[in-house]
């Protein structure tokens, strides 16, 4: 079983910064992406930022310029460094990762961290 805890979500003014952490645990053999997931309030859940298992980098055109994904060197935990953000930034984040164990793939969440960002 994989636990993703995350961290480093809060109430922060327009133009401020956060960042976020989700560290793993449980059985995991290899990790081939791990992604930030947000989902504001009456919307849906949107992909925003991925990071493979060689390191590519992608994000959603909203978050380009202002948030960057990375991640340790022993990849168990990645990060989400959020810049200027904005209010349409509000939402519950949450972390994503495809992992390996036993032969088999398993797709898993976090339990998601809020972000507020006040006008």
């Known amino acids: 079983q994989v636990q993703l805890v995350e961290s480093g979500g809060g109430l922060v003014q327009t133009g401020g910064s956060l960042r976020l952490s989700c560290t793993t645990s449980g059985s995991i053999f290899s990790i081939n992406a791990m992604r930030w997931f947000r989902q504001a309030p009456g919307k849906q859940r949107e992909l925003v930022a991925t990071?493979?298992?060689?390191?590519?980098?992608n994000y959603a055109d909203s978050v380009k310029g202002r948030f960057t994904i990375s991640r340790d060197n022993a990849k168990t935990t990645v990060y989400l460094r959020m810049n200027s953000l904005k209010p349409d930034d509000t939402a519950v984040y949450y972390c994503n990762i495809n992992s390996q164990y036993g032969g088999n793939w398993y797709n898993t969440w976090g339990q998601g961290t809020q972000v507020t960002v006040s006008s």
């Open positions: 990071i493979t298992d060689g390191g590519s980098t």
